[in-house]
């Protein structure tokens, strides 16, 4: 992976797990909305500290239409503890179509 799209653990050089994907998913996700990656900086070395401590941004900022994911699935799936996202992409598919189904 890029810099710019590594999970935390990945950023502290551990193991990638498929949580870590989600992770990955999410920071793809959030570039899709935004039309930027989450974190931008001046050094590799920045960047991956960024990964590892800095809040995810609400792409609400750039594309007001994504209002409220940073707080729902989105800032789920970018939690910087791999623990507190979900165990894999079926939980992802699973509450993306939760989602379809409230917005109907």
């Given at each position: 992976g890029t810099p710019a799209f590594l999970s935390p653990e990945q950023a502290r050089g551990r193991v990638a797990t498929a949580r870590s994907d989600v992770y990955c998913l999410g920071l793809t996700w959030y570039f899709l909305l935004a039309g930027r990656p989450p974190f931008e900086a001046s050094s590799t070395l920045q960047l991956l500290n960024h990964q590892v401590h800095s809040?995810?941004?609400?792409?609400?900022?750039?594309?007001?239409?994504?209002?409220?994911?940073?707080?729902?699935?989105?800032?789920?799936?970018?939690?910087?503890?791999?623990?507190?996202?979900?165990?894999s992409m079926a939980d992802v598919v699973r509450e993306l179509e939760l989602l379809r189904v409230a917005s109907g």
């Open positions: 809040p995810l941004p609400d792409p609400a900022f750039e594309q007001p239409e994504a209002r409220g994911l940073a707080a729902g699935l989105l800032g789920w799936m970018t939690a910087k503890d791999p623990a507190d996202r979900p165990a």
